[in-house]
């Protein structure tokens, strides 16, 4: 992490956590992190949590998302949730293009473009999550597979609105496996993120960026990750679902090398 960006940690809860389930998890997890205001701190349950989680956050720092979003405003798409609905149900963040989107249900690089811009619009934090597989990290070519998901994700976005940006490198492999990215390939990808971004928005623009890693942060394993020069934060998915290993990830201590 650099001092000049402010750390961010947020939990997806992907499918888990009915609505008592959840408020049972904020409430031990309020009383964890109330004393860390240095660090953004983001909790995404499922859709259908979003409602018993948000009352319970209005006494703690920890700000709300969601996991995913359509990208009209409204209007007859069945099952479909917009960025306009999302703030209504008072969230400030959201996930956009997991890898189980991608792979489970046909989410495309042009696809996050459109709901990047959608969402910028109405004033939702995106958290874009770009990220190779097993194969393509073995065939050399996670630094085409990313720059690629950037390129098209981030398509046609203006400086201004690019900087409230966060982007999320979860290397597939890493992805509930227990198999951690060491934190020195996380970070090469993760500079090699901010490099592109560069080419694209100019130096001012990628700096102001955060990038956060994702795939297993455990608390053994994010204070050397949050060391990492490029890496300013963490997007924590097994970990993020019980309140001890989540408030331990929150209160990490960088330690650089
Ligand atoms: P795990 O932390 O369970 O590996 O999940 C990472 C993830 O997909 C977060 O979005």
New binding site residues.
Partial sequence: MHSKRKPVIAG?WKMFNTTSEAATLVNELSSLVARFNDREIVVCPPFTALAAVRPILDETGIKLGAQNVHWEEKGAFTGEISPAMLKDAGCDYV?LG???RRQFFAETDENVNRKLKSVLKAGLIPIV?VGESLSEREAGITSTVVSRQIKIGLDGIDAESAKKIII?Y?PIW????GRTASAADANAVCAFIRLTLTGMLGTPVADAIRIQY????KPDNVDELMGSSDIDGA?????SLKADDFGRIVGFTATSK
């Fill in positions: 997806n996930i997991h890898s189980e999550c999320a979860e890493a992805i509930g496996t994702g795939g297993s942060v997007l924590v998915g097994g970990a």
